[in-house]
């Protein structure tokens, strides 16, 4: 018993040497907060989360360096352009225009198939569609994705931040579907339906 008290009474007294001794270093100590996407890793400053979908999800702290409205429309482009591409993808294995420009199910080898005038009309239609968005895109005034298309008239103010945290959770989703769907076939040389039908257990 008493070597236990022993042992509380030293314990005691390094606590309080050690807060004795951060108090004469200078101050309080502060406790940084974690992120909650990563427990282990410190909260980056940025994500405060008043961003929709914003999960504290940082590992490279690029919000430290960069502008937070501009990594979230870059989020936002390429999350629409891979929900896009996924659907695409799924959809090439089963349906196609005539012509043997559009007879090749695998989206990889129809790259191949694309003609010269054909990678003009793509690469126009992009750069249209930069030209239009450049404004909005690089605006810090701007609401990072909006560039106000909504034929449906869908965006009512009471279900708009339903929506804005559908499209990124999804988008998100469609980023690693997608990468998923380009290492599979570099892997296999299979589609994503023809694997399926040629699933075996383990």
């Excluded at 509380?8 to 040497?17: E, G, H, I, K």
């Excluded at 951060?22 to 961003?51: H, Q, T, W, Y």
């Excluded at 502008?67 to 390429?78: C, P, T, V, W």
Aim: a neutral charge; proline letters at 4%; aromatic letters at 8%.
């Amino acid at each position: 018993m008493a070597a236990f008290v022993g042992v509380s009474a030293l314990s005691n007294a390094r606590v309080q040497r050690a807060s004795t001794s951060c108090s004469r270093a200078g101050g309080n100590v502060v406790m940084m907060a974690k992120s909650k996407a990563i427990p282990f890793l410190e909260a980056p400053s940025k994500l405060d989360g008043s961003m929709v979908g914003d999960a504290g999800f940082d590992p490279l702290l690029l919000s430290d360096v960069l502008n937070l409205k501009y990594l979230r429309a870059s989020e936002l482009k390429h999350g629409r352009i891979c929900m896009l591409a996924t659907l695409g993808w799924v959809v090439q294995e089963i349906v196609h225009l005539p012509g043997d420009v559009f007879s090749e199910k695998h989206a990889l080898a129809a790259i191949y198939k694309v003609p010269f005038a054909g990678w003009v009309q793509i690469i126009a239609a992009i750069s249209i569609c930069e030209l239009v968005t450049f404004k909005a895109t690089y605006d810090d005034d701007a609401k990072p994705g909006d560039f106000g298309f909504d034929p449906l008239n869908m965006g009512k103010p009471e279900v708009m931040e339903k929506f804005e945290l559908n499209e990124i959770k999804n988008g998100r989703l469609a980023m690693m579907g997608f990468m998923g769907f380009l290492v599979q076939q570099m892997v296999t040389g299979q589609g994503v339906i023809e694997q399926f039908s040629n699933f075996k257990s383990l």
